[in-house]
């Protein structure tokens, strides 16, 4: 049993594992809210003995390289199901990004995540979620 979007958390993963009812846990860095957390679900399904896959969402190359830097510390080498940088543009970056080439994605190698970000245009593009404007 593989369980994707049901796992949004590791307590999550933890009550599956309670419950004998997960073989493998796919790992998706947004969905889990970020590495942190996505690290915390990764290294209890290693402990655990749960198989780890990996997808990803419609992702930035932040993103994709974020889920690539996850998915290389855990060691998940088989396809995963990552997409996102042909659907939107990532306007932050200010150098290389993820490289691909044959079907394989690269583990950027700089600084990071290996993503140079132009902290103006950040800067241009916050808003403050609690009042929906500009800062």
């Avoid at 003995?49 to 889920?67: H, I, N, P, Q, Y």
């Avoid at 950027?108 to 403050?128: F, N, S």
Wanted: net charge negative; aromatic share 4%.
């Amino acid at each position: 049993m593989a369980l994707d979007e049901s796992l949004r958390h590791p307590t999550d993963l933890a009550t599956f594992v309670r419950l004998d009812a997960i073989d493998v846990a796919i790992a998706k860095v947004q969905r889990s809210g970020g590495l942190t957390l996505s690290r915390r679900l990764c290294q209890l399904a290693e402990d655990c003995g749960v198989r780890l896959m990996g997808s990803g969402l419609t992702d930035s190359d932040l993103g994709l390289a974020a889920s690539l830097h996850l998915f290389a510390a855990y060691g998940i080498t088989g396809p995963v199901d990552l997409n996102g940088r042909q659907f939107i543009g990532s306007p932050y970056a200010s150098g290389p990004t993820v490289k691909i080439a044959t079907g394989v994605a690269q583990v950027p190698t700089g600084p990071g995540l290996g993503v140079e970000v132009d902290e103006t245009v950040v800067r241009d593009l916050a808003v403050d979620v609690l009042t929906r404007t500009a800062l």
